[in-house]
């Protein structure tokens, strides 16, 4: 971790603080599910959102590593993959707020990964001042989604919503870095890390739902 901070000294001070706020150890403030919710239900839209998230991590994960590899093809297929499981998360509200809201979280989605993806590319060019204008939009996104989720379910505050899509995206510049540098005993570590982290985003958005619609619970 200490050369990865020595190769990005700019980037990692803007993101540490906010990841280190909100860890894979560090549970994120989110209200526990109605009591009318059936427990049953709550579990298993938990289940459905952590498989989701999961694939999120996993495909982007594809993309860098043929990125990392110089094969367009399956760089071309990962980021199919990118945009179908992006399409899926964002039908996944669409019984709560219907196709607006869908298409908005798309929209969205699609601007988190464009941003991830110009990182990628800068870092496999070495370029500083690429990695750090991306920085700055996938905060800019971040805030974007904070603000539309949180205004959506008032059981998601702006400000840990932040903190955990911040978080999230600190693993993703780790991890492509770690791969660059062939060091995958740590990108495994980040691995773990990143996983454990996307199942704390993906159970406060399925807590949040259960609060808010009990009904459909």
């Known amino acids: 971790m200490q050369k990865l901070v020595r190769v990005l000294p700019v980037l990692m001070l803007t993101l540490s603080p906010i990841a280190c706020a909100h860890s894979a150890d560090s549970p994120a403030t989110a209200v526990s599910p109605s009591a009318t919710a ?17 694939g999120h991590i996993l495909s982007i994960r594809n993309v860098a590593v043929a990125t990392m590899d110089k094969n367009a093809s399956a760089r071309s297929a990962a980021e199919a993959g990118v945009v179908a499981n992006a399409e899926q ?14 298409d908005k979280l798309f929209t969205l989605l699609a601007g988190h990964y464009g941003a991830i993806r110009d ?12 990695q750090e204008a991306a920085v700055k939009a996938l905060t800019a996104n971040a805030a974007e989604i904070s603000t539309f989720l949180s205004g959506a379910n008032p059981n998601l ?20 870095q770690q791969l660059k540098d062939g060091d995958y005993i740590h990108e495994a570590e980040t691995w773990t890390g990143m996983k454990q982290h996307i199942y704390v985003v993906s ?15």
Do not use: C, N
Request: aromatic share 8%; no cysteine.
């Open 203 to 217: 159970d406060a958005l399925a807590q949040a739902l259960a609060a808010q619609f009990p009904a459909k619970f």
């Open 38 to 54: 059936y427990p049953a239900k709550v579990a298993e839209t938990k289940a459905v959102l952590r498989d989701l998230w999961l």
């Open 157 to 176: 505050p702006k400000d840990t919503l932040m903190g955990l899509l911040m978080a999230h995206a600190a693993h993703h510049l780790t991890q492509f």
């Open 119 to 130: 990182h990628l590319d800068a870092t496999v060019a070495g370029a500083a001042s690429r």
């Open 89 to 102: 998360i964002a039908r996944s509200i669409e019984p709560f707020y219907g196709k607006a809201a869908s």
